[in-house]
């Protein structure tokens, strides 16, 4: 029996967000230095609640119970905040890979379907090691960056 070949990306198009990349390239228009602390409290309050906005809702539509009488149920939406991390960090995560998006899904469907390309590399582990020492060649720091401000490591 022959099995059809998968094709995997790490980097697609569906994680970009590139209304939520804009507004995060806008954080500087929300606080300047003549503002009181309380007046930036406010503003940065109001770009995490913008930035909340301009998330992919519509992935997280859900079923959940209603109190009705009747047993019935409604869809919403409902996130994580696990969830809400994961949507910032995939669209930026795209933003800044995109452009190399070619090479690094090669690499892992080349690791994914010939063991003789990454004959060491036994495990998915790995695979994200080489693929994210790839994406360091191109933005040194990008993973010390991403978990200084993500707190990855917390995870």
Not at 22 to 27: C, D, G, I, P, V
Not at 34 to 42: A, K, P, V
């Amino acid at each position: 029996m022959k099995y059809k070949q998968v094709q995997y990306m790490i980097i697609r198009e569906e994680q970009a967000n590139v209304m939520l990349i804009e507004k995060l390239r806008s954080f500087r228009k929300y606080i300047n230095e003549d503002m009181s602390d309380w007046e930036q409290l406010i503003a940065v309050g109001g770009f995490i609640a913008d930035v909340i906005r301009l998330i992919k809702w519509d992935k997280y539509r859900k079923l959940f119970s209603t109190s009705s009488s009747c047993g019935t149920y409604a869809v919403g939406n409902t996130m994580t905040c696990s969830d809400i991390i994961k949507e910032l960090w995939t669209a930026i995560d795209y933003e800044i890979n995109s452009p190399h998006a070619d090479e690094l899904n090669m690499i892992w469907n080349k690791w994914n379907s010939d063991v003789k390309y990454f004959p060491d590399i036994e495990n998915i582990s790995d695979i994200y090691e080489v693929i994210i020492s790839k994406m360091e060649e191109y933005h040194p720091g990008f993973m010390n960056c991403a978990d200084t401000y993500f707190h990855f490591s917390d995870l």
